[in-house]
């Protein structure tokens, strides 16, 4: 399995921005792609964006436009851009890793939106 460790989530007021970055490590077999996924109080998870081995990435559409994914050649670290943040951003961000072994996720990263 994959190890990731995502960082730099925090409080921001509306129309802010945030980067986070998720550190992959760990992985014995090539990582097929990397995403984000987000869940918000009493919500399910939701996919948000990522990004695949060829670089095509692809969003969810309420963040298209203000988030992008991108990710080093080696697939160490993979960061997500967000700008023009909203109050309904607000969720635990999550970093997941697929390769042919399965899914690996990393703990988390707490955004906050203000209004």
């Known amino acids: 399995q994959v190890q990731l460790v995502e960082s730099g989530g925090g409080f921001v007021q509306a129309g802010g921005s945030l980067r986070l970055s998720c550190a992959a490590s760990?992985?014995?077999?090539?990582?097929?792609?990397m995403g984000w996924y987000r869940q918000a109080p009493g919500k399910e998870r939701d996919w948000v964006a990522t990004i695949l081995g060829n670089g095509l990435t692809e969003y969810t559409d309420s963040v298209k436009g203000r988030f992008a994914i991108s990710r080093d050649k080696t697939w160490s670290a993979v960061t997500l851009q967000m700008n023009n943040l909203k109050p309904e951003d607000t969720a635990v961000y999550y970093c997941?890793?697929?390769?042919?072994?399965?899914?690996?996720w990393g703990q988390g990263t707490q955004v906050t939106v203000s209004s």
């Open positions: 760990r992985s014995k077999v090539p990582i097929n792609s």
């Open positions: 997941r890793a697929t390769t042919s072994w399965g899914t690996s």
